[in-house]
């Protein structure tokens, strides 16, 4: 840890954007802030590190080494606190979201485990079936909601609920909001300071993995908290195989329109250059419903060719990812699924394709991104 903070009236300074701890001598290192800027920040009591002036001013990222124990201390931190855990998940990425260790880093706090991002799902689709799914996957990672809710921090739906759940559950205990990386935590945080106090924005917040680099403390009326926490990094996460420019065209911006293929048998869909369906087994033409951020690219093919297609195209027609990152995207590899039921084949981070029963598929995704069958959502 750097030894250079910043003390004003006994409190080390902290970024309010990212919740780093203020220094003014190392430019490389976070929390970095000019003299001019801390000045300035100081006079108006809102300091932002050069770091989230650049996110926030031109979203341009300053990479930064956060190392694992910095993660370990405060979820350490949180186990032996008295709280409410607000646990965010994207609805878009869920394995992606999942903490396994969470229940056991948390300790005897509950959990309550919030679906962001609903501004995107296709209008058709029932919360009920989402939530259900979400709560599943938590168990499935030996995690015990007590309740599970669904928002859209950035559309603001649900959180007026949400916070009337949150003020029943905590019983006067202090909050934390932990999840992996980029599910949108500082974005629920900022609609809630902006509900109670009227401030935009105050938190950073960007597409990019790895925004918040500290616990941020927003006070609450009773003079408890509501802690905004840096993402655990989690390696299966699309998102970190894909620069800023590529996550705009894979994350949905818009509220997700299905798309409709009838396949022949043996027919091929990729998406961009990040995932591959194949139709396998089954005797006639079927419709297969993609649901992907409605600009993705897909291409149709024959299962024939389909490999050939891969390797001459990758990075040119199937891009994401772009010609100059497609080596940093691991290869694609397989499973096949024999599907009894009309089901939803959920390449994480990506989006889902709902295919027909009776036959068999396989689905492609870069190595380390999570692949599953569900029953159809719509
Ligand atoms: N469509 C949609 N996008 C959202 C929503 N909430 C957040 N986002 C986007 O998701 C990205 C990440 O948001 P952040 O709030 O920075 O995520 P975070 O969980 O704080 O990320 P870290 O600080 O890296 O842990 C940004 O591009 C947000 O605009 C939402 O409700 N809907
Ligand atoms: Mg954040």
Redesign the pocket.
Same mark, same amino acid.
């Given at each position: 840890m750097s030894t250079n903070e910043v003390i004003v009236d006994g409190a080390v300074v902290r970024c309010i954007g990212?919740g780093a701890k203020v220094q003014t001598e190392n430019k490389d290192e976070i929390g970095y802030t000019p003299q001019s800027a801390l000045k300035n920040g100081l006079a108006k009591g809102e300091v932002y590190c050069q770091r989230c002036f650049r996110l926030r001013h031109y979203n341009e990222i300053v990479p930064v080494n956060l190392s694992d124990d910095d993660f370990l201390k405060l979820l350490s931190n949180i186990s032996t606190t008295d709280a409410l855990i607000v646990f965010?998940v994207?609805i #878009?990425d869920v394995n992606g979201s999942m903490i396994p260790g969470l229940q056991r880093f948390v300790g005897d706090n509950q959990i309550l485990l919030v679906g &962001?991002?609903?501004?995107?799902l296709p209008s058709a689709i029932k919360q009920n079936k989402i939530k259900d799914w979400l709560r599943q996957r938590a168990n499935a990672n030996g995690i015990r909601p007590i309740d599970v809710e669904l928002?859209?921090?950035?559309?603001n739906?649900g959180v007026d609920h949400l916070l009337l759940k949150v003020d029943k559950l905590r019983k006067g205990r202090s909050v934390f909001v932990v999840?992996? *990386?980029?599910?949108?935590? %500082? *974005? =629920?945080? &900022?609609q809630i300071i902006r509900q109670s106090s009227g401030i935009k924005d105050l938190?950073?917040? %960007?597409? #990019?993995?790895? *925004? *918040? =680099?500290d616990q941020i403390d927003i006070p609450l009326d009773d003079g408890q908290q509501i802690v905004?926490?840096?993402?655990?990094i989690q390696p299966q996460q699309m998102a970190h195989f894909l620069s800023g420019k590529e =996550?705009k065209l894979v &994350?949905?911006?818009?509220r997700i329109k299905p798309r409709v293929y009838q396949l022949n048998p043996e027919q091929t869909l990729f998406f961009a250059g990040l995932g591959r369906l194949d139709y396998r087994d089954g005797r006639s033409k079927k419709g297969f419903t993609v649901y992907m951020e409605n600009n993705l690219y897909i291409h149709r093919t024959k299962l024939e060719n389909a490999d050939d297609f891969y390797e001459r195209h990758l990075g040119d027609l199937l891009t994401p990812p772009s010609e100059g990152s497609k080596n940093s995207i691991p290869s694609l590899v397989s499973q096949t699924f024999k599907v009894e039921e009309k089901s939803d084949i959920v390449i994480e981070g990506l989006g889902w394709i709902t295919v027909p029963n009776g036959i068999s598929v396989t689905a492609w995704a870069p190595k380390g991104v999570a692949v599953l069958i569900r029953p159809a959502m719509i």
């Open positions: 990212c965010v994207d #878009f &962001n991002k609903v501004d995107v928002v859209s921090a950035k559309s739906y999840g992996v *990386t980029n599910v949108g935590k %500082s *974005t =629920l945080i &900022n938190i950073t917040t %960007s597409r #990019f993995p790895g *925004t *918040t =680099l905004d926490t840096p993402g655990i =996550l &994350n949905p911006q818009k």
